[in-house]
């Protein structure tokens, strides 16, 4: 189903799906469709089934639904991760002169650092005042404890709370319903980064009643380099909920940025005047859809459309006990992703070694990444790592060590 790289001929076993996922079969040919309808129609495309452009993002919908545990209408495919939580914070950041702060992780990825940062800054506050940063442990990690407690102390002055589904650093996966049930108690708004959560972990978005979430499409959704990100937005949160009840808890989420795709498709090509938002996630939509990269994005869903999702994560877990079983005694390792809090990705600090290691493994035609300070990042992607070659992986590392 995957296209996988060589030296030399010689596979690569490839443990970077957390960074890059791998190019599915389908993607060429999906692509190559979309080129061909843009030569053979022009403009007309964009109405010309298969699949016409004016709602092609609509083709992503279903399997961002599955793999997020949401309803269709409450996911999208477009824009890139750092655009789309600056978009969504325009809507779920509201401070006022008493509620205005901001809880988050002090080891976020950066790009959720700068974004956070600013947005404080453009409202007007500092961010040593305005933002609350939950403190790691030794191992990079947050217990679900310290959590609660940090939201329980700061529960009067919260805004938002803004975390990673799965830390991109230690692997760890938080406990989102815990902590976004705690939050709903304060009425305190939650939002996910998920680049490393989406297609690796199990989630129920819609029924742990998450505010908003944003993912890039590149990891373990197979998408490519640079691909179209995507977001999910609560159904409670819709600019005209289907559900009366449900608009009257969220009086106050008004506020879209509107774009031309985010306007009602019936009169989207009507010069007019006045933003008439879609009643659904689309609503924040800016522009018409990234056609060639949703094409991409599209031969990894139907993947994962075919695929059953439990048996894969149940197949991920056995790899990454192995891993565990078999690194956890070393000396020369230390594993930092909890095992009780796991996804495909495992995070370790190697003991007294420099970056050397790596190519010692890039030797073996084994890729796996680095992070400083000293931590070796590896992933099992169970639709294209095979059982042997991961064992083959941690029965090597173990013998250089």
């Given amino acids: 189903m995957f296209l996988k790289p060589s030296n030399n001929n010689n596979p690569i076993h490839y443990f970077c799906g957390h960074s890059l996922g ?15 309808k843009w030569a053979n129609s022009g403009v007309e495309g964009h109405f010309e089934e298969p699949k016409p452009w004016f709602s092609y993002h609509h083709t992503a919908k279903k399997g961002l ?56 800054q453009f409202h007007g506050y500092h ?48 406990d989102i319903e815990k902590i976004t049930k705690c939050a709903e108690k304060y009425k305190i708004k939650v939002g996910l980064d998920l680049a490393h959560a989406i297609g690796n972990i199990s989630m129920q978005l819609h029924n742990w009643g998450v505010d908003f979430a944003v993912w890039c499409s590149y990891k373990y959704l197979n998408a490519g380099p640079g691909s179209t990100g995507g977001y999910f937005v609560h159904e409670k949160n819709f600019p005209k909920s289907l559900n009366p ?92 992703t909890p095992e009780n809090q796991r996804g495909n990705m495992i995070s370790t600090q190697v003991l007294n070694e420099d970056k050397s290691l790596i190519s010692k493994l890039k030797e073996q035609n084994i890729l796996v990444d680095w992070r400083e300070p000293g931590i070796m990042r590896f992933s099992f992607c169970p639709l294209y790592n095979e059982e042997a070659e991961w064992k083959h992986f941690i029965n090597l590392l173990s013998e250089i060590l």
């Fill in 245 to 336: 009840q449900l608009k009257s808890q969220n009086p106050q989420l008004t506020t879209i940025l509107g774009g031309w795709w985010g306007h009602n498709e019936e009169t989207r090509f009507q010069t007019g005047l006045t933003f008439d938002p879609v009643n659904n996630a689309d609503a924040w939509l800016h522009s018409n859809a990234n056609v060639l990269s949703l094409a991409a994005l599209r031969a990894s869903l139907d993947i994962f459309l075919s695929e059953d999702i439990e048996r894969l994560l149940e197949k991920s877990k056995e790899m990454t006990l192995y891993a565990f079983n078999k690194l956890k005694s070393s000396n020369k390792i230390r594993i930092l």
């Fill in 22 to 36: 791998l190019q599915p079969f389908k993607t060429q040919e999906l692509i190559v469709s979309e080129l061909n």
């Fill in 127 to 174: 961010p040593d005042s305005a933002i609350v940063y939950l403190k790691h442990n030794e191992k990079y990690c947050f217990s679900t404890e310290y959590i609660l407690q940090q939201i329980e102390t700061h529960r009067e002055e919260l805004e938002l709370i803004w975390l990673s589904g799965v830390n991109f650093l230690s692997g760890q996966v938080l």
């Fill in 65 to 120: 639904a599955k793999l997020c545990g949401a309803k269709e209408a409450e996911v999208n495919a477009n824009s890139s991760l750092s655009s789309n939580i600056h978009n969504l914070f325009a809507t779920f950041y509201k401070p006022t002169k008493d509620k205005f702060k901001i809880l988050t992780e002090d080891i976020s990825f950066s790009s959720d650092n700068f974004a956070v940062q600013t947005q404080v």
